[in-house]
């Protein structure tokens, strides 16, 4: 029993430790050119949870949540962006994880 219950703990402990938080601002040509739908169509593809929207002041807010390695590809997905976006900044900030998100969405 005990190495069972073991077992349970290291396998929730790993899961804990590779998940992670993560709000992504990028600015340039951003709006208008698909990029949230690109945002939202990656994010799923990489199973992550969270959400997309543009800001009033021309950027894109994207909060992603899951494993840190599938978060750090979103960010590189999202570097190149979608045809006919110019991403000229991206920045981000890592958060812990709130476990707020059964899937990835566009918000208006």
């Known amino acids: 029993m005990f190495f069972i219950v073991l077992l349970y703990y290291i396998h929730t402990l790993g899961k804990i ?5 993560m709000k992504i601002r990028v600015s ?3 709006q208008g050119v698909g990029f949230r739908y690109f945002a939202f169509r990656t994010a799923r593809r990489l199973s992550l ?20 390695t599938k978060l750090l590809n979103l960010v590189e997905e999202l570097r190149i962006g979608p045809p006919g976006s110019c991403v000229e900044n991206l920045g981000l900030e890592w958060e812990d994880p709130k476990n707020e998100f059964d899937t990835f969405r566009i918000l208006r």
Do not use: F, I, M, P
Not at 51 to 60: A, I, L, M, P
């Open 17 to 21: 430790a590779l998940s992670a938080r």
């Open 28 to 30: 340039g040509t951003v």
């Open 49 to 68: 949870g969270g959400y997309v929207k543009n800001k009033s002041d021309g950027s894109v807010e994207v909060v992603a949540e899951g494993d840190k």
